[in-house]
């Protein structure tokens, strides 16, 4: 079936960094755009960033440019969102997902009706 699970979340302090890795099976993750999701209260499923499916186009929200970089490795079948210089503000629990159309998708903000097959996301906390 297909499948995306998420890992590498924690309890960091202000100003750590931090690798999230969401992992496919069931499907060739490099045919798919894919989604970074944070999920806190009131704030459920606004993309934050995103990334193509040949990597050739990335969208980071203004919040977190310059500190998150999206990535993805292809024979690895994942996608990374390394976060740096965290904030508290940042803590939520994050989930990946892939744009609905192969070969498509990252045109901007991640709509998250645009997006399919949610992990079940790993918890970012952020606190001194």
């Known amino acids: 079936q297909v499948q995306l699970v998420e890992s590498g979340g924690g309890l960091v302090q202000p100003g750590g960094p931090l690798r999230l890795s969401c992992a496919a099976s069931?499907?060739?993750?490099?045919?798919?755009?894919i989604a970074w999701f944070p999920r806190s209260p009131g704030k459920e499923h606004e993309g934050v960033s995103c990334?193509?499916?040949?990597?050739?186009?990335?969208y980071y929200t203004d919040s977190v440019k310059g500190r998150f970089t999206i990535s993805r490795d292809n024979a690895k079948n994942t996608v990374y969102l390394q976060m740096n210089n965290l904030k508290p503000e940042d803590t939520a629990v994050y989930h990946c997902?892939?744009?609905?159309?192969?070969?498509?998708?990252?045109?901007?903000?991640?709509?998250?009706?645009?997006?399919?097959?949610w992990g079940q996301g790993t918890q970012v906390t952020v606190s001194s």
């Open positions: 069931g499907f060739t993750l490099a045919a798919y755009a």
């Open positions: 990334i193509s499916s040949r990597a050739s186009t990335t």
């Open positions: 997902a892939r744009y609905f159309h192969s070969g498509w998708g990252c045109y901007g903000v991640p709509d998250r009706q645009e997006y399919e097959s």
